[in-house]
């Protein structure tokens, strides 16, 4: 008794990478395997409010990432810009201060005001030479 299927006329024998053969019909085999694919992905080209969708997208974080960088990425930007302007604002009202002390101290103080200009600026000589 043969318990074995009846092999067709054009079979052929195909080894395997295992190094062991098989008979086989070539119209049934799958074609030939010739590596993985390689997608390239140029991140450099996207658009700027694009680039870290695609980052996401890419490394297979998920939607939620994504709409977290679409949502987050600009307003992070809209923060920092109004800390900017804030910082900015205020280190030109000091200098305004400054310069109005300055100038009230040297004008009303008379004798004793321009003493006391040139004591601060003699003191601020010393301390930069200190450095």
Excluded: C
């Amino acid at each position: 008794m043969n318990h074995l299927p009846e092999l067709p006329a054009n079979a052929s024998v195909v080894r395997l990478p295992d190094g062991t053969h098989v008979y086989a019909d070539p119209a049934s085999l799958p074609a030939t395997f010739q590596g993985p694919q390689v997608v390239h992905q140029h991140i450099h080209q996207a658009p700027p409010d694009r680039t870290v969708q695609r980052i996401a997208l890419g490394s297979g974080i998920g939607a939620g990432a994504v709409a977290a960088g679409v949502y987050f990425g600009p307003l992070l930007v809209g923060v920092l810009t109004a800390i900017a302007a804030n910082i900015a604002m205020l280190a030109f009202l000091a200098l305004m201060l400054g310069w109005g002390v300055h100038t009230v101290v040297k004008s009303i103080g008379g004798s004793h005001g321009e003493a006391a200009v040139k004591n601060v600026g003699k003191a601020a000589k010393l301390a930069r030479r200190r450095r």
